[in-house]
């Protein structure tokens, strides 16, 4: 079973920093595709930053020189550093990972990258930024 947990979220005011995490549990002999997206009240879900196959990072603009992804030593940890939060990053912030390798068979010729074609999704965590 393949299950994403982050952790990591709270209330800051604008300018502030948060760092979320995420934990990926399921088989070790996987390689997982990540990453962390966010909704906010009203509005659709959207692709803030995640990792392709080789572990290059993309970003949506909005977040670009604020926001930083990262793995952790284990494959199956994904982090999302927050600065220079803004009120408009106040969401629901989820992480979301797809099975790109099992053994050694690549399962998908490219990560989902900010699409959101991922199958497995956390519960999320909310981030709010006061102003």
């Known amino acids: 079973q393949v299950q994403p947990v982050e952790s990591g979220g709270g209330s800051v005011q604008a300018g502030g920093s948060l760092k979320l995490s995420c934990d990926v549990s399921?088989?070790?002999?996987?390689?997982?595709?990540m990453g962390w997206f966010r909704q906010a009240p009203g509005k659709q879900r959207e692709g803030v930053a995640a990792?392709?196959?080789?572990?290059?990072?993309v970003y949506v603009d909005s977040v670009k020189g604020r926001f930083t992804i990262s793995q952790g030593n284990a494959r199956n940890t994904l982090y999302l550093e927050m600065n220079s939060l803004k009120p408009e990053d106040t969401a629901t912030y989820y992480c979301?990972?797809?099975?790109?390798?099992?053994?050694?068979?690549?399962?998908?010729?490219?990560?989902?990258?900010?699409?959101?074609?991922?199958?497995?999704w956390g519960q999320g965590t909310q981030v709010t930024v006061s102003s």
């Open positions: 990792l392709d196959r080789d572990g290059n990072a």
């Open positions: 399921g088989p070790p002999y996987n390689k997982y595709c």
């Open positions: 979301a990972a797809e099975i790109v390798m099992s053994y050694t068979d690549w399962l998908l010729p490219q990560c989902p990258a900010l699409s959101d074609m991922y199958k497995f």
